[in-house]
């Protein structure tokens, strides 16, 4: 059988530990004997960071910027444990806030859903993929505890010298006050990542704040959304037969759990930090979980929402079987390898990428998972390791 062909290049991001051994596993086993892989490979282990004092990080960035799409591996985020362990130069930042940073990316979330294993929420058939802005509010806030009477006030002093004054309250006892902001420039950027994002899934896009109360903070972001959507994508939203819809956070709270799934729920940060694990939770398991990172101007970065699962490695070390679910990392790449073929026209590739889903999906349907999924199965299937799985699925492909 002739392998698929490929144009442009992906770029590829190695990581860390168990997630490190199931990426060479999904490549060997499912992707190679189909896919004349092409990719331009950066080893962001965590040895090879420190080596490259994180110009590795850096530069794989670059590349995700200059060819549009990038899948990769969970990586280690350093902290003082992993300094001693690795022998590490200093404590690296973490390389997604580097390349969120870089690509000025937005974060989107989505389960994927198997036949039984339910979502916690009866009504819910499809995924509802969670879109959370990461910067500034509560997050950048600056807080003072005050002591007792007196007045509190905000204050603006422009570089030209002009002042905006306002009394915050006038405090008859002790109490506390909050600043927060954010930046016109940041709430762009997050709009147009939602935009680009719900475009290349096809799906509805949802936006929530609370701007009946927050009438100035909150109401600039509804109104950022509604200016960029009339300018640059109602025509193409309207073609694409998607919708756009604004409504009061709680409203959307719920309307999302009467809902059926199948959209994008763009949020603040604050409330993309609770909901999002709502989200999850509700719909089952962190290792069924995907995640893309989506730069305002169409980049996508593609990876699985959870870690690098030290505890299964440390046991795969000591020559012990695992049972490692890596169906989040494989629709990392089938994610990836469809977004390439998109981008380049290459049907064959989107059709791959469309099998490789389906033969991972079907097996579990058929009833062999690995023991995370087992146990939160309806019918108490019994769990195989990895590897079985893995070839499960490989045999599926090949059939
Ligand atoms: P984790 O790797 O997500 O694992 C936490 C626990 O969740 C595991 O011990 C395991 O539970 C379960 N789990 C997660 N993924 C699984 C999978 N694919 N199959 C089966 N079970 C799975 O989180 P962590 O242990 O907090 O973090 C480990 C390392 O990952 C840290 O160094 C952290 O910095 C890094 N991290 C990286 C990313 C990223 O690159 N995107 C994200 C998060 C964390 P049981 O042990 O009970 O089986
Ligand atoms: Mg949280």
Known sequence: MEKVRM?????????????????????????????????????????????????????????????????????ITPNAQRVEEYGLK??????????????????FRAPILVNGVRPTVRTWE??????????????R??????????KAEILFTGEDGQEIRQTIFDFKGPGIVQGIHNLDSSISSFAHSCFQYALSVKQDLWFSTKDTISKTYDHRFKDIFAEIYEKDYRNAFEAAGITYFYTLIDDAVARVVRSRGGFIWAVKNYDGDVMSDMIATAFGSLAMMT????????????????????????RYLKGEETSTNPVATIFAWSGALRKRGELDGLKDLQAFADRLEKATLDTINSGVMTKDLALLHEDGVQGVNTLEFLNSIAARLAG
């Not at 806030?141 to 007196?150: C, D, L, Q, V, W």
Request: charged letters at 25%; a negative charge.
């Open 7 to 75: 144009t442009t290049p992906l770029v590829e991001m190695d990581g860390d530990e168990m997630t490190r051994v199931l990426w060479k596993q999904i490549k060997e086993l499912l992707i190679t004997p189909y896919v004349e892989l092409k990719t331009e490979y950066y080893d962001l282990g965590l040895k090879h960071r420190d080596e490259t004092d994180d110009q590795v990080t850096v530069d794989s960035a670059r590349a995700a910027l200059k060819y549009g799409v990038a899948v990769k591996c969970a990586t």
């Open 90 to 107: 200093q404590m690296w930042k973490s390389p997604n806030g580097t390349i969120r940073a870089m690509l000025d990316g937005t974060v």
């Open 126 to 139: 499809k995924p509802i993929t969670i879109a959370r802005h990461a910067y500034g509010d509560v997050y």
């Open 141 to 150: 806030n600056s807080e003072i505890r005050i002591p007792g009477a007196g």
């Open 291 to 314: 995640s893309v990172l989506v730069s305002p101007t169409g980049q996508f970065e593609y990876e699985a929402a959870h870690g690098t699962v030290t505890r299964h490695y440390y």
